[in-house]
């Protein structure tokens, strides 16, 4: 068909057609035909602008909601990032604690030591607690080991069960003091060492074991617990390790001013992170539905965004889904939400205003 049989047919375009054509102009980034513009019927002139003041509205008003929320959704995935970082960070540092916490001894002096058994002597204690600390250290441990050098569980429940009914049999008899009856049976510790013959089982406020050294090396001893306190207080004060997935109801009730704030960092993350990716992607799937609706109403299913406004909104999506994917191992229950009917009323009141 030649240009001017093409020429002839303009005048005959409806409004529609003429968006259509200026519409699919745009996306390939070229000018409108002239003839598309100027052979427009005064009967359609006003529908015409109306369908071009949508396509403007969808391509530069909502196109900068698009980058703005883009930028925000990236700002959202740093964040995301962040949470990442600490969850690593934390595991780290559990691993570092329990490192320090059971393959180290903590220092002392033989002076140290006897003033804390001393002390210990004269406390009471259910008798559970005393049979754990006698059978972690001490004669009573049980000597059949697994390939750790760890009691095995079967070693560790009968020898259990052996000194518990020794130790019930010498309260019965009188032999070993009890301060209480039945369930809640308390004894002094040092009436355990006097009956047992053993002595109390000391373990270090963070450790397993004491590293003793004669009272000569106390300005020694001394250096080495500070250092000891100082990694023990870093250690404490650093984000903690969460059990994942957390239930939205404990996200819902968590209170943001507890301290320490670096300590709940990763929790308080959580909670922002959810919160910008759920807007995030109420807002996106608004604004997918208004375009959507603008298509199928306006265009007869021609999509109204050009390229680089579908690639913008791709890249927003993109984020939104990923920062989605990674918080779902920190979230339970947690979904990419569909289009809520005030959002999308809000969307389209933008695009109305924008096309007047």
Same mark, same amino acid.
């Given at each position: ?142 000597? &059949?080991?697994?390939? /750790?050098? $760890?009691?095995?569980?079967? =070693?560790?429940?009968? +020898? !259990?069960? #052996? ?47 004491? &590293?003793?050294?004669? /009272?000569? $090396?106390?300005?020694?001893? =001394?250096?080495?617990? +500070? !250092?000891? #306190? ?127």
């Amino acid at each position: 068909m030649t240009d001017k049989r093409l020429d002839r047919l303009m005048p005959g375009l409806t409004a529609k057609e003429r968006a259509i054509l200026v519409m699919e102009s745009m996306r390939i980034g070229e000018k409108p035909d002239p003839l598309v513009l100027h052979t427009t019927p005064s009967h359609d002139a006003k529908e015409f602008s109306r369908l071009l003041g949508l396509i403007n509205a969808v391509n530069v008003e909502l196109a900068v909601t698009l980058v703005i929320m883009r930028e925000q959704a990236r700002q959202t995935s740093i964040k995301m990032g962040w949470l990442q970082s600490l969850r690593i960070c934390a595991l780290d540092f559990t691993l570092l604690g329990a490192y320090i916490g059971l393959d180290t001894k903590e220092p002392t002096t033989e002076s140290r030591l006897q003033a804390r058994r001393s002390e210990l002597a004269g406390e009471i204690d259910d008798l559970d607690t005393v049979i754990e600390h006698y059978l972690l250290a001490g004669p009573w441990a049980p000597d &059949d080991l697994d390939e /750790d050098g $760890d009691p095995t569980s079967e =070693a560790w429940d009968n +020898r !259990w069960d #052996e000194i518990e009914a020794v130790m019930e049999e010498a309260i019965a008899s009188g032999a070993l003091p009890c301060k209480r009856r039945g369930k809640r049976r308390k004894v002094t510790w040092g009436d355990v060492a006097a009956w047992s013959g053993a002595d109390v089982p000391l373990f270090p406020d963070w450790g397993m074991a004491y &590293d003793v050294h004669p /009272d000569s $090396d106390e300005d020694d001893v =001394a250096r080495r617990l +500070r !250092w000891r #306190e100082h990694a023990e207080r870093a250690l404490s004060d650093t984000p903690a390790r969460q059990t994942l997935p957390i239930p939205a109801k404990e996200l819902d009730i968590f209170d943001l001013t507890q301290e320490p704030a670096l300590k709940n960092l990763p929790t308080m993350l959580v909670i922002a992170v959810r919160q910008e990716v759920l807007a995030r992607a109420s807002e996106l799937a608004a604004i997918e539905e208004v375009i959507k609706q603008i298509a199928d109403v306006e265009f007869d299913g021609h999509d109204p965004l050009d390229d680089s406004g579908r690639f913008i909104l791709a890249e927003a999506r993109e984020m939104i889904e990923g920062v989605m994917r990674e918080l779902g191992e920190y979230v339970a229950d947690l979904a990419m939400p569909e289009a809520a009917p005030p959002d999308v009323e809000l969307i389209w009141a933008m695009v109305r205003k924008a096309a007047a």
